[in-house]
């Protein structure tokens, strides 16, 4: 009797307690980061965010980043991340193949510097003949768009040797090392650069503005994409993560993103589609 007794109370409490074994943890949500700057560096800035994000939502949150940007489109194809922070024309590639949904942008936009030595003469775009530049991935929008002006100033893609590297400071150290004649870099990666590494080297060029980067989330994750907006545009300097991630990155808060933006970024969007091997 009296271990029927036990058994019947062991019943009772399990039965009482099984609500709150059952409702577990939320799952963290993932952030998916564009590889333009190293892991280290990447990873730290957008700390910042995901603290911020965390708290207000209220949900674990996770960043992550993928070792160069095919991969990293692959990765957004695949669903593998709640949300991600991506190039203008990957994103809007993104959008017209899977549903993401495009939030927010950044307030500074983005655009292609052409860094050079200050010990190597590069005075016009034909001393760059036979020569080595030197940036991120080849799909890359900055990348794409400095190759377009070489081009357009009579350089072809057959003029050149062109030599990935694996983030912007390490283009910048290729430069002053006279490995490479020139690097095609973006605000964002000028601003990463230290002081002795600017003072080695000038802009040869700077291209005009194209869209920044782009915040866009997955139309399967249970996030609220409006309450997600909200909070992104709220993000700026008064906000204590705000000004510490935006004094680390030279951006100066984000915008909404209006559909005639995504659409304007379509030629870049197929030049991309064709660069990554898609149909």
Same mark, same amino acid.
Request: proline share 6%; with cysteine.
């Given at each position: ?103 927010? %942008? ?6 292609? +510097?052409? /860094? =050079?030595?200050?010990?190597? !003469? @590069?005075?016009? *775009? ?79 060029? %700077? ?6 980067? +782009?915040? /866009? =989330?997955?139309?399967?994750? !249970? @996030?609220?994409? *409006? ?53």
């Amino acid at each position: 009797m009296k271990n029927l007794c036990n058994s019947m109370l062991c019943l009772i409490l399990v039965l009482f307690l099984l609500p709150s074994i059952t409702q577990a943890e939320p799952a963290p949500l993932r952030i998916g980061i564009l590889p333009t700057l190293s892991p280290r560096l990447l990873l730290k800035n957008y700390e910042y965010v995901r603290r911020y994000l965390a708290r207000e939502l209220r949900q674990p949150m996770i960043l992550g980043t993928a070792t160069d940007f095919k991969a990293f489109q692959n990765q957004t194809m695949a669903d593998q991340y709640d949300v991600i922070v991506t190039a203008a024309h990957l994103g809007r590639l993104a959008q017209r193949e899977k549903g993401w949904l495009p939030l927010a %942008t950044y307030q500074q936009a983005n655009r292609a +510097l052409l /860094l =050079v030595s200050n010990n190597l !003469p @590069i005075h016009s *775009v034909q001393d760059l003949r036979g020569k080595t530049i030197t940036s991120l991935d080849p799909i890359a929008l900055v990348v794409i768009q400095g190759r377009q002006w070489l081009s357009d100033k009579g350089l072809r893609q057959i003029d050149y040797h062109y030599v990935n590297a694996p983030g912007f400071t390490s283009a910048a150290h290729a430069v002053v090392q006279q490995e490479a004649a020139m690097a095609i870099i973006s605000p964002a990666g000028y601003k990463q650069l230290s002081e002795a590494l600017r003072n080695e080297t000038h802009i040869f060029q %700077t291209l005009p503005e194209v869209p920044a980067l +782009l915040w /866009l =989330v997955n139309p399967k994750s !249970p @996030i609220d994409p *409006v309450r997600l907006k909200a909070l992104l545009l709220k993000f700026n300097a008064t906000v204590p993560e705000g000004r510490q991630f935006f004094e680390l990155t030279g951006y100066e808060g984000l915008h909404e993103v209006s559909g005639e933006e995504m659409q304007a970024l379509d030629s870049y969007a197929d030049e991309v589609k064709v660069l990554l091997g898609r149909k």
